[in-house]
């Protein structure tokens, strides 16, 4: 259901997500987050670059949607990171232009694009 890996070298997560998630699967999610994010800042110094790739990852229910927007907010305000997302279809990227609610966060169409603009931060 998703996949969260660290690179200290760029103070970057690397975050794949794909499949219908319940409530508990993003529990899961977001603890899982918060450790790669502890393990960032440690090895790093910080979080400061986050991808997500949620080519293969259906719309959401609205309270799964909430807990991503809760996520990103968090990135942003207490981890002071950028993401890039990278989504496929115009109703999912609606969902995440809908949910995000600052300007360190943007979405993207593939890797290359959204990784380019990452490392230029």
């Not at 977001?30 to 997500?52: H, K, N």
């Not at 909430?66 to 990278?86: E, F, N, P, W």
């Amino acid at each position: 259901m998703y996949d969260v890996s660290i690179h200290p070298q760029h103070q970057l997560m690397k975050i794949k997500v794909e499949g219908f998630w319940s409530i508990d699967d993003m529990a899961c999610y977001a603890a899982e987050l918060r450790r790669a994010s502890t393990a960032l800042t440690e090895q790093a110094g910080a979080c400061r670059r986050i991808f997500v790739d949620m080519s293969d990852y259906p719309i959401q229910s609205a309270d799964v949607a909430a807990g991503h927007a809760t996520a990103l907010q968090y990135a942003s305000d207490k981890l002071g990171a950028s993401a890039a997302l990278v989504l496929q279809g115009a109703l999912a990227k609606m969902q995440a232009t809908r949910v995000l609610k600052t300007d360190t966060h943007r979405v993207f169409a593939d890797e290359r694009s959204a990784m380019q603009w990452l490392m230029g931060l």
